[in-house]
């Protein structure tokens, strides 16, 4: 057989192999992968490389070692799920950095790393200031997680003691000036809704690059012409003055009136309307 054609064959065939093989090795990032699961990774890419080249002399050998090579992480893996053992001896432990907002040298000196590489590790992680720091670990990956101080960590609107409405992922409803009826079903909206909501702002559906929908309905479009501003509709914020408006005016006419019933009667309502009010805030005022 020419050479070429056993080039192909077997370049053809392993690429078949390297797509099954990629699939059932664990799903990681080079940026999170172990040192062995990198070295698994390279062993495997050089074997398939010499064998697509016809380089070894017998096939049979190259595919007992990438068959080695290609199920031993895949059962380590699973070794690993079932001990931590087995995991704390292929991949390491992790290693505490900072405790109690103290920088741990002899930790440090274990990983090999410097003063410098360790602050550039933290400022990776936005702590610029290391008085902020509590805590930090570095994962067995290699990633160095930190946690700020209770007094350093941004506000959020739990500590405030505000209830805010949940947020699902967006729905991709327009892309490249094509509606997605997919999304649209998933979201609960129609053809007809989406059109009107162009509308309101003003936006021609060829024009629209990206258009998304929030968990709370509002529509998002990103325009290919970047000069035009989408007005931004705040049909919720006007619902939620108007309710205000409202509940100001029973207020007053509680005031106004002589009529001890009446007065009963509005100052009930109003405070059922507050309720109703701040029931409502977290989902009309986000």
Known sequence: MNTWLILLF???LLF???????RYMKKKTLSRATP???ISYCVVA?????????????????????AVWGASPIILDFA??????????IHGKERVLIKRGKIMEDNLSKERMTGQEFLEALRSKKAFNLADVEFAIMETTGDINVSLKADK???TPHDLGREVASKAECITVILDGNILNEGLTNAGLNQRWLKDQLEIKGVDLQNVFVG???SSGDLYVDLFDDMIQVPKTQIKEMLYASLQKIQADLMSFSLETENKEAKDMYLKDAEKLKNVMKKLQPYLLR
Request: net charge neutral; proline share 2%; glycine share 2%.
């Open 10 to 12: 077997n370049s053809i």
């Open 16 to 22: 078949f192999v390297a797509l099954v093989l990629s």
């Open 36 to 38: 062995f699961d990198f």
């Open 46 to 66: 050089i074997i398939i490389a010499l064998m697509s080249l016809n380089l070894l002399d017998n096939i049979y050998f190259g595919l007992i070692t990438l």
């Open 80 to 89: 690993c799920m079932r001990s931590k053992w087995i995991y704390n001896l």
């Open 153 to 155: 960590k941004p506000i």
């Open 212 to 214: 998304q929908v929030d």
